[in-house]
């Protein structure tokens, strides 16, 4: 099994700061199966990025995905008030399970 | 417009089953992979199970704290996606999703359902 594993665990930052997120896999992951997605209180998630750095429909061009192998981010240029949310990393191979990180809440300061 | 509409939740107490539907729209289910993701309360998410699409060979997988007591399937004349739950356990608690797959990523959810196993 692919463990995920996501720092920091939170993250505080004002609007109009860079968010970068990191997504450590214990094994390789091609970058085609990495997806991020957004979870924002009382609502399902929401995929923003898959094969690592393809960002989905109607996705702003502030979020940016990016790594290879084993080292993934997902980088906010700027934080808009409505980004203050939840973020998972999932791998999505060949092989069940499908897992996901643990997430990084990033937060206002 | 793609839609996903969970139904079936509720309260069942431990050893009890429940079955979750998905009711999609604006696509057809047995065309796509498909895929329940859990989320226990104030927990992350968790993958429970996949099915392939007809034209992939309809393969299913599960997580391992589900496998053999849960399973998934679809019915293409109601275009809803199904998990067959049994053997509740109390850590089974949590929304349940379903999501519409492509590119190796959940693109469309559901709002998902609250299962709760407790006595």
């Known amino acids: 099994e692919i463990v995920l594993t996501q720092s920091p665990g939170t993250l505080s930052l004002s609007p109009g700061e860079r968010a970068t997120l990191s997504c450590r896999a214990s094994?390789?992951?091609?970058?085609?199966?990495l997806a991020w997605y957004q979870q924002k209180p009382g609502q399902a998630p929401r995929v923003l990025i898959y094969?690592?750095?393809n960002r989905a429909t109607g996705i702003p061009d502030r979020f940016s995905g990016s790594g290879s192998g084993t080292d993934f981010t997902l980088t906010i240029s700027r934080l808009e008030p409505e980004d203050f949310a939840v973020y998972y990393c999932?791998?999505?191979?060949?092989?069940?399970?499908?897992?996901f990180g643990g997430g990084t809440k990033v937060e206002i300061k | 417009e793609v839609q996903l509409v969970e139904s079936g939740g509720g309260l069942v107490q431990p050893g009890g089953s429940l079955r979750l539907s998905c009711a999609a729209s604006g696509f057809t289910v047995s065309n796509n992979y498909m895929s329940w993701v859990r989320q226990a309360p104030g927990k992350g998410l968790e993958w429970v199970s996949l099915i392939s699409s007809d034209g992939s060979g309809g393969s299913t997988s599960y997580a391992d704290s589900v496998k053999g007591r849960f399973t998934i399937s679809r019915d293409k004349s109601k275009n809803t996606l199904y998990l067959q739950m049994n053997s509740l356990r109390p850590e089974d608690t949590a929304v349940y999703y379903c999501a519409r797959d492509e590119a190796r990523a959940s693109v469309n959810w559901g709002l998902g359902t609250l299962v709760t196993v407790s006595s």
């Open positions: 094969g690592a750095s």
């Open positions: 094994q390789s992951v091609s970058s085609r199966f």
């Open positions: 999932q791998q999505y191979g060949t092989s069940p399970p499908l897992t």
